[in-house]
């Protein structure tokens, strides 16, 4: 029996034994995703028959998961609203939208005694990294920096 012959075997079963483990923390429920697709119909119930309420035409918008059913999900938008979204038009990709309130400052790093770099105001949404010490790596269409973690909707437990 040659060394292939073993380590074939030995790395399937590793693989399989990992499958389990995956698919169990990818249930868990609450969970922080985004819009990943240009058009996402928001619907009332968990299937293509259902009502269409809203339609979301901002890719990256954040969203909170709060159930599975299937391949859909019912979702929280950062206005409260509550409805069902195919799985397919979300992403694990971690976004933020800067809440009401006025202009927020972006920081060339994730301190306030930083260089600030733009002046951000509320609705923008963009990409957003682990924050750290309250402080939040944010991508909005190319400009990049940090912003404090409290400003965003999309940060913190979901």
Known sequence: MNCRTIL?????????????ARA?????VPYWASVDA??????VGPGD?????????RPHLPVKVLRREGPWRLVEDPDGSKGWMRDLLLSRQR???VKDGGLIEMHAQGSSGSPMLWRV???????????????????TDGH???????????TGAP
């Open 49 to 57: 028959s259902y009502r269409i309420d809203w339609v979301y035409t």
């Open 95 to 97: 976004a933020g939208i």
């Open 8 to 20: 074939l075997p030995l790395a399937m079963l590793s693989a399989a034994a990992a499958l389990p």
């Open 144 to 154: 990049k920096g940090f912003v404090r973690e409290e400003q965003l909707w999309g």
């Open 24 to 28: 169990a923390n990818d249930d868990k």
């Open 121 to 139: 105001e509320p609705g923008v949404v963009g990409l957003i990294g682990e924050c750290k010490d309250g402080w939040c790596p944010f991508d």
């Open 38 to 43: 240009e058009i996402a119909n928001l619907r």
